[in-house]
C-alpha cells in the first residue's frame, strides 16, 4: 500500500511532467490501484498524443523457425530435425509478399527469422533486396537486434557493416524484439545463447546512428522480478533520450504453452497487461508511442488498454506464428474496418500511419 504522501509525490510529478524514479517506478508496479494508475496514464497518453490511436497495414513473414537459440520462452523455434521445422526459400518469401501487396492498402512487411544454422548472411541480404526490387512501395521492417548479432558473428563484420549492408539492400527499420528482459540473470536462465541485454542495446544504438528507426520491446511474466522489468524499461529510457531511435514500445505478455516453462508459469492475468501498459507510458516519458499489441494481449484487452496509456495497435498483421505457437487466442488478422471500429468504440480517432508514424488516414466519423 502506497503511503498517501507517496501517492501524491507520484502525481505532482506527472501533473508536472517531471520524470519518475526507479522507486517511484517501482511502487506503481507494487501498487494494486489499477484505476488510478489508469487514470495517470491516461493522462500522459493524452498530452502527447491526443484523441489519435495508430494503426497500420502490414503483412508478418517469418523466413525460418529453426533456430540456434532455442531460448525456453519460445514455441516457436526448432531444430532442422523437427518435424515442424520450415525454411523458405527466396521465391517462397517473394510469392507471400507479392500476395500481400494484392491489398493496395499494404505497406510494410515485418520480416524476422530464426538464427538458422544454414543461411549465409548473403541469404537474408539477399531476400531484403529481392522483395525491395520487385514490391519498392512497401516498408521493410525487419529483423530484430538478435538477428543483427547473430549476422555479424556468421559473416565476420561489425554490426555497423551489417546495417549498412540491410539499409543499402531496401531494409527501411527495425522491430523491437529479441529485447526479452536485459537482466543477465534471467537472459543466462532463458536464452543464454543469442545476443545479451548489453549487445541488444548497442546494436540498437548502431542503428539509430545510422539513420534506420526500432521499436523496442520488454517480455514480461515468466522469471523476472519487478526490480528486474523497470531496470528493463529504465535501460530503454536511457537510450531513447541518447538518440530519440525508438519509435514504440511494445510489451509482450509472456504466453507458457508448448513452452520449456509451461509446467512452471501461467500466463499473467488482464490486470497485469493493463499496470504494464500503464507502467510503461509513466515511466518512458521519452517514447511517443505505446504499442497494445492486440495479437498477444487479445483484441478486448487491447482495446481497454486504450484507457490505460497506450496510443497504437500495431496492425492488421495477418499469419502470426509466435503467440499462435505458444497457445495465444487472438485472430490471425484483423481488416481495417475491425481496427477503425474498436478504436472509434473506445472514443478514440484512428489513424492510419506508415512505418515512421507518418500519417496516412485520420478516419473522422
Ligand atoms: O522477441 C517469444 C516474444 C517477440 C514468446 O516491433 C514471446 O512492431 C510471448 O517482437 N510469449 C517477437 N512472447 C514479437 C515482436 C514484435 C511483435 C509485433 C510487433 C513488433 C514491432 C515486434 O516475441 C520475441 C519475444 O520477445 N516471444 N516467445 C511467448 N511464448
Request: hydrophobic share 40%.
Amino acid at each position: 500500500m502506497l503511503s498517501d504522501a507517496f501517492r501524491y509525490q507520484i502525481e505532482t510529478k506527472i501533473t508536472e511532467g517531471l520524470r519518475l524514479s526507479r522507486d517511484e517506478g517501482l511502487a506503481l508496479l507494487h501498487s494494486h490501484d489499477l484505476a488510478w494508475l489508469g487514470y495517470l496514464a491516461n493522462k500522459v497518453r493524452q498530452r502527447v498524443s491526443g484523441d489519435y490511436v495508430y494503426f497500420n497495414v502490414n503483412r508478418h513473414i517469418n523466413l525460418t523457425n529453426v533456430c540456434t537459440a532455442r531460448c525456453k520462452f519460445c514455441a516457436f523455434g526448432c531444430d532442422n530435425s523437427s518435424p515442424q521445422a520450415y525454411s523458405m526459400t527466396k521465391e517462397h518469401v517473394l510469392r507471400i509478399a507479392r500476395q500481400a501487396a494484392e491489398d493496395p492498402d499494404l505497406r510494410e512487411l515485418h520480416i524476422v527469422s530464426g538464427l538458422h544454422p544454414d543461411w549465409p548472411f548473403e541469404y537474408y541480404v539477399d531476400i531484403i533486396a529481392t522483395v525491395k526490387e520487385a514490391l519498392p512501395h512497401l516498408h521493410l521492417k525487419a529483423f530484430t537486434a538478435v538477428e543483427i548479432h547473430y549476422f555479424a558473428k556468421i559473416s565476420g563484420k561489425s554490426v555497423e557493416e551489417v546495417l549498412k549492408t540491410l539499409k543499402k539492400a531496401g531494409l527501411g527499420s527495425m522491430p523491437g524484439g529479441g529485447a526479452e528482459i536485459f537482466s543477465p540473470r534471467v537472459r543466462s536462465l532463458l536464452c543464454p545463447n543469442k545476443a545479451s541485454g548489453e549487445d541488444w542495446l548497442a546494436i540498437m544504438r548502431t542503428a539509430h546512428r545510422l539513420g534506420i528507426r526500432t521499436n523496442a520491446s520488454m517480455l514480461y511474466g515468466h522469471i523476472e522480478t519487478p526490480e528486474e522489468r523497470i531496470d528493463h524499461l529504465l535501460a530503454l529510457r536511457d537510450l531513447q533520450d541518447e538518440t530519440g531511435g525508438f519509435q514504440t514500445f511494445i510489451g509482450l505478455a509472456f504466453h507458457p504453452k508448448n513452452t520449456a516453462l509451461e509446467s512452471q508459469v501461467t500466463r499473467v492475468p488482464a490486470w497485469e497487461d493493463l499496470k504494464m501498459i500503464a507502467l510503461a507510458r509513466l515511466m518512458l516519458d521519452n517514447f511517443k508511442h505505446i504499442k497494445a499489441y492486440w495479437v498477444m494481449l487479445t483484441l478486448p484487452i487491447a482495446q481497454l488498454a486504450l484507457a490505460f496509456g497506450a496510443n497504437d495497435l500495431d496492425g492488421t498483421v495477418n499469419e502470426e506464428k509466435i503467440t499462435h505457437a505458444a497457445g495465444g487466442k487472438s485472430e490471425q488478422s484483423l481488416s481495417i474496418e475491425r481496427l477503425v471500429n474498436v478504436i472509434r468504440q473506445a472514443g478514440r480517432i484512428p489513424v492510419e500511419r506508415d512505418s515512421l508514424y507518418n500519417i496516412v488516414k485520420i478516419y473522422r466519423q
